[in-house]
């Protein structure tokens, strides 16, 4: 990484994030078909789409742990197609997954913690995520494991918030929560899109346009619709023969 | 076996009388010290299990090669003149060379063969690792062989190697029990690596990354750490420790440094990680409290003349396996996944 940071630094204007004609495969069953995509600074964007089309995959590939086989990936400018995953998060992407996928066995703090990459500054941060979900701040010493669906969903926006991320990749948090749960979960997100832009995958359509800017509408591993939000709902007629609502 | 069972021993004048503190002592001090021997040849073989989902075979041979190295160590630098300090300062001179000599080792081998392997079914790094001892144990007879030591039994110039305050021979005074000099240096050593473990999974950010990758790799890695390096740090350290517990058993009269060594530490060591609960070292450490007292009080029990047979108290450490197996297969500490990835 060291050695090509000044040559690989990128544009300050260029995307966060740009995926250009990825082809991607899951041994031999080809998902992705070609997607391109990008996300800017400070906005919020929504993949929307049935379930198995592609979307968890998209964000796997722009986090390089289901590298595409052609395409590219780059970050704010750089490419990074093929590079390992750990290289690609410390350039500033978050990975917020579906299932919330908590160590268990590790505290409320120690899951805060170990997102934490500017090691200088753990603390700071930690207090940084318990401003912002001061709920954690109670639950900090219980293992992970044993929380509520919807306190793991915090743990996991707080992890994506204590990383020093610029691009925050969110996939279906609203996924098994409780509609007044959803609510909170809505509200921590609109509080990290404060600092960070976001990538969303959301099955809760109305939600997903109500937390974001642009829309990537997407069917059979491409990206078949791109618009912003405003005015569409899911009476839309295009976004009700892809979505099957 | 019915003659041995049969054989009441001679000095067996009441056998509930015999039970005062200095028996309870005694076993005790006995079953602590083999405790501390199992958590040490089987806390690296549980770190590198519990991160990779590795189960390395070549653990116990590895453990001879640290035993035979250290071993070398002492017989280089201790003659007969050297006083007790001397001893025990080349002693921990031995277990620091051969704890950094088989970290590197252990690393080496994680880059350039564990690694490649991955990405393929568990099948494969058991295979490899399995490969890996028959080359360390041959290595091993050759070299000896060629020094013109017998490879089967107890490298007895290494254990005499011991200061004289530690000698099975030279037995103290405990509540009127004869407590061995050794067994206490077992217990003591077998702390401090115990601490040293835990201060180190739990007290660094080092630790608490390999925690967290214990559970979830993927996530981990997204999370920024680089679990690869993770992978050879802690296959690297597991060895370490397997090694340097080696160097330990070199100066014991029941086990001491010889080829079968690898066999005989490998098999206690995966009933520990087993019983403990696969990958978690809190688990491993309970078991090997279990299984050090189970055996260490089997020993009194088959050996002091109520009943003897001495190879009963290795059989009972088997079926305390069998037993947690049925009773409770997921381990001591151990939850329903670990490992995976």
């Known amino acids: 990484m060291s050695a090509t940071d000044d040559a690989a630094t990128g544009a300050e204007d260029a995307p966060l994030l740009d995926i250009e ?3 991607t495969y899951y041994g031999e069953s080809h998902v992705l078909q070609g997607v391109s995509l990008s996300v800017d600074r400070g906005e919020t964007v929504a993949l929307v789409g049935r379930n198995g089309v592609g979307k968890t995959t998209t964000l796997r590939t722009a986090l390089q742990l289901t590298p595409p086989r052609t395409g590219t990936v780059r970050v704010g400018g750089v490419d990074v197609t093929g590079d390992p995953t750990h290289e690609v998060a410390t350039r500033g992407l978050g990975w917020i997954p579906e299932d919330r996928r908590m160590f268990e066995q590790l505290t409320v703090d120690e899951n805060v913690r170990v997102a934490v990459t500017d090691t200088d500054a753990v603390d700071a941060k930690r207090e940084l995520a318990y401003e912002a979900f001061p709920d954690l701040r109670e639950l900090r010493d219980r293992k992970t494991g044993n929380l509520s669906g919807g306190q793991q969903q915090m743990v996991a926006i707080a992890r994506g918030l204590v990383g020093d991320n610029d691009l925050l990749l969110v ?5 098994g929560l409780a509609p007044q749960i959803v609510e909170a979960v809505a509200e921590a997100l609109r509080t990290v899109a404060e600092d960070a832009a976001m990538l969303l995958v959301e099955q809760n359509f109305p939600l997903a346009m109500d937390l974001a800017d642009r829309f990537y509408l997407m069917d059979g591993g491409k990206i078949v619709h791109e618009d912003t939000t405003e005015g569409v709902t899911s009476d839309d007629e295009m976004i009700r023969r892809y979505l099957g609502t | 076996m019915i003659d041995a069972v049969a054989a009441l021993g001679p000095a067996a004048p009441g056998t509930l009388a015999q039970v005062d503190a200095g028996t309870v002592v005694s076993v005790l001090v006995d079953g602590l010290s083999k405790a501390a021997i199992y958590v040490m040849i089987a806390a690296g073989l549980t770190l590198i299990f519990g991160l990779m989902g590795v189960l390395n075979f070549a653990h116990g041979s590895l453990t001879m090669l640290g035993a035979y190295a250290g071993g070398l160590v002492l017989v280089v630098a201790i003659s007969s003149g050297s006083g007790a300090l001397t001893r025990l300062a080349v002693f921990f001179a031995a277990v620091v060379a051969v704890f950094a000599a088989l970290t590197a080792v252990g690393a080496a081998l994680e880059v350039t063969l564990v690694r490649p392997l991955y990405d393929r079914p568990p099948l494969y790094q058991i295979l490899l690792t399995f490969g890996l001892t028959l080359i360390f144990d041959e290595f091993a007879r050759m070299v000896v062989e060629f020094y013109g030591l017998q490879p089967r039994s107890a490298w007895q110039e290494a254990v005499g190697t011991k200061p004289e305050f530690l000698a099975e021979s030279n037995a103290y005074d405990v509540a009127g029990a004869p407590v061995v000099g050794l067994d206490l240096f077992e217990i003591v050593l077998g702390v401090v690596t115990v601490a040293a473990i835990w201060g180190f999974l739990t007290r660094t950010r080092y630790g608490l990354y390999i925690r967290a ?13 680089n679990i690869r390096r993770a992978f050879t740090v802690v296959f690297g350290v597991g060895v370490g420790v397997a090694g340097a517990a080696g160097v330990l058993l070199a100066w014991d009269t029941a086990w001491g440094a010889s080829v ?10 995966f009933v520990v990680v087993i019983i403990g609960g696969l990958g978690t070292f809190r688990g491993t450490v309970l078991a090997a409290l279990l299984v050090g007292m189970v055996d260490g009080l089997m020993t009194y029990v088959f050996n002091s ?23 409770r297969p997921q381990g001591l500490a151990g939850v329903e996944e670990v490992g995976g990835h």
């Open chain 2, 305 to 327: 003349g109520i009943v003897e047979f001495p190879g009963l108290p290795e059989l009972t450490v088997f079926l305390t396996l069998v037993v947690m197996l049925i009773v």
């Open chain 2, 260 to 269: 079968p060594l690898g066999a005989e530490t490998l098999l206690p060591a």
């Open chain 1, 171 to 175: 996939d279906e948090p609203s996924e």
């Open chain 2, 213 to 225: 990758g214990s559970e979830d790799a993927e996530m981990a890695e997204a999370l920024g750490i």
């Open chain 1, 21 to 23: 004609d990825a082809q």
